[in-house]
């Protein structure tokens, strides 16, 4: 029995089902939804998938969701970091929670999914917090493997929603520090397909990968082609990153609540890439590109 953590979101229903395609056994293990009439709960429960509804921070009620498994993927996360959440829970604590459990049932097969950025010396709580959770887990005697995706899309492309309100702008596009870092966005079912691959690949034990799309665009360039793509006119302005706080201070007068939060802007002005992509190098995976799906997702907005 595999117990899947987080398994509702974009990612977490990619993996799952491949998981069911694999005909693995797999527990879901979610804090469910916000909104009681969503109905993807009640509807894997109709598949006759078994669905946990807990927090993640509960260790007993982890504990109890662990028996018989033997194997563990951690899934949780909270893609774009969501104001008031704290973030040490969420990806530390969690994780100390998964390692007490995992020892204390015997587990010794862990599959963990960080993010591409991760660092002791990267800017903002989001991708300091994500790198101290590897860190825990390399520390194991543990069959682990890391994944460090960068962000990820499908039908929908939360980094992208991280700076709509940027991109809607009308008076001018803001652009936070240069614009020119630079992201790899990677597609959903290349993740979930390296993830379950991994399952029971022993070439894959206490190894990193990095994992990433075929194209690398900076974010100006994203922002300024889904402007466009979006009809909406107008120069782009750059703000620079030591202002930048006290201009998304100013410009939240105008954008959705809470939409430039400090984790936002750190991730603005924060790498997403590797020269190292684990997808083509050992999992042989076909790349799916972002421009072809980008026109849909926009659709969207």
């Known amino acids: ?110 599959i963990h999914v960080s993010c591409l950025g991760a660092g002791d010396e990267a800017d903002g709580e989001y991708l300091v917090t994500k790198h101290e959770a590897e860190d825990l887990i390399r520390q194991t005697k543990l069959y682990w493997t890391i994944f460090r995706p960068s962000y990820i899309f499908g039908e929908k492309f939360p980094f992208l929603d991280v700076i709509m309100p940027l ?61 466009r793509s979006l009809g909406i006119p107008g120069l782009s302005m750059n703000i620079p990153s030591p202002t930048a706080a006290k201009a998304a201070s100013g410009l939240s007068k105008f954008l959705p609540k809470n939409s430039l939060s400090t984790e936002v802007l750190q991730l603005l002005l924060s790498n997403s890439t590797t020269a190292e992509n684990a997808l083509e190098d050992y999992f042989n995976i076909k790349l799916i590109p972002l421009e072809p799906n980008l026109t849909k997702i926009l659709a969207i907005h």
Not at 43 to 56: F, H, M, P, T, Y
Not at 95 to 100: A, C, G
Not at 188 to 198: F, G, H, L, M, Y
Request: net charge positive.
């Open 167 to 227: 991109i809607k702008f009308r008076l001018f596009m803001p652009v936070v520090g240069s614009g020119q870092n630079n992201i790899q966005p990677v597609h959903v079912d290349n993740v979930a397909q390296a993830i379950v691959a991994a399952v029971y690949d022993k070439g894959t034990v206490a190894n990193s990968f990095d994992l990433a799309g075929p194209d690398q665009l900076s974010i100006q360039e994203l922002m300024e082609v889904s402007r």
């Open 1 to 110: 029995m595999i117990l899947l953590m987080g398994g509702t979101g974009l990612l977490g229903g990619q993996v799952l089902r491949r998981l069911r395609d694999e005909r693995y056994p797999v527990r879901l293990y979610t804090r469910g939804s916000r909104d009681w009439r969503h109905a993807s709960v009640h509807d894997l429960r109709q598949k006759g998938i078994e669905v946990i509804i807990a927090n993640a921070l509960d260790v007993e009620r982890l504990y109890a969701a662990a028996e018989d498994c033997t194997a563990v993927i951690n899934l949780v996360g909270s893609m774009p970091p969501q104001p008031g959440v704290d973030l040490h829970a969420l990806h530390i604590t969690v994780v100390e929670n998964i390692l007490s459990v995992v020892k204390r049932r015997k587990i010794q097969r862990l």
